[in-house]
């Protein structure tokens, strides 16, 4: 197979290129019908830890109240660590919160004072042209919605230049639960959540699986599993789990190339 037409260049160990990872989990709520994420902090320290084990640089927001204005600030602040002039093999941004369905704008993701659309918060990363043919990952451990609901995400805001490349091209959603439907989100302190245990254990066994086998697997672990959930009237459910992968990837993807893992472990 040849490898330059088949699978993106995530290779950092032949020169002084990077891998970079993005961290960010709300946890608190200012809105009293959002219940906080006990799992918050835990659960991003668990995708830190697992990433850097990959050879990817991460950053991380501490805080777990942050306002939307906290959020396209943290966005555009990580934005200008592009300017380094050190060539990006790959970005992976994680994103744990409670989130929803727009009839019109698609994915949301909430911040501690309201919501806004998943990939317009994101777009000043997607048209860097440094990112330009960069393999980027978004992980999204959220609800998108209800089954009542549903409208394809991606599309383009009337603001997008037209010259601009597609936001999505060379980008892949890996998110805990499918377009209109919820996810388990939350969980108690000092456990990981179920779809970020299954994510950081599946990529620790095989560091340099294509992300589609990552996806598979990460999937036949928590379909196993039926959670319980209580309601607000104290009801309890048992829940099931169906991560979801969207794909605009041009190639095939491997977090951690088989020389990074020959050279590091």
């Known amino acids: 197979m040849d490898e330059e037409k088949y699978w993106y260049d995530t290779d950092t160990s032949q020169d002084e290129s990077i891998k970079r990872l993005l961290a960010i989990s709300i946890g608190d709520f200012q809105n009293e019908w959002l219940q906080s994420l006990p799992s918050a902090v835990i659960d991003r320290e668990r995708v830190v830890r697992t990433f850097s084990k990959l050879n990817f640089r991460p950053t991380q927001e501490r805080l777990s109240m942050l306002t939307k204005a906290d959020g396209r600030k943290l966005i555009l602040k990580f934005r200008e660590k592009f300017k380094d002039g050190i060539e990006t093999k790959c970005l992976v941004i994680y994103l744990k919160s ?32 440094q990112l330009q043919g960069v393999p980027k990952m978004v992980i999204y451990e959220a609800c998108r919605g209800e089954n009542a609901q549903y409208i394809t995400a991606g599309v383009a805001t009337p603001t997008t230049p037209v010259a601009y490349v597609h936001r999505r091209i060379d980008t892949i959603l890996f998110a805990a639960s499918p377009e209109a439907e919820m996810a388990v989100a939350g969980y108690e302190n000092e456990v990981c959540s179920p779809f970020t245990d299954a994510l950081c254990k599946t990529l620790l066994e095989n560091k340099s699986q ?31 789990l169906a991560p979801v992968m969207e794909s605009c990837l041009t190639k095939h993807l491997r977090l951690m190339h088989p020389n990074e893992e020959a050279k590091y472990g």
Do not use: C
């Not at 004072?113 to 000043?124: F, G, K, Q, V």
């Not at 294509?210 to 829940?239: M, Q, S, Y």
């Open 98 to 129: 409670h989130g929803g369905l727009h009839p019109h704008k698609g994915t949301m993701i909430y911040f501690s004072d309201e919501a806004m659309p998943l990939w317009d918060l994101l777009e000043p990363l997607l048209q860097l042209p």
């Open 210 to 240: 294509d992300v589609f086998d990552l996806g598979i697997k990460v999937t036949n672990d928590l379909r196993k599993a039926n959670l319980p959930v209580r309601e607000a009237d104290g009801t309890i459910h048992a829940w099931a």
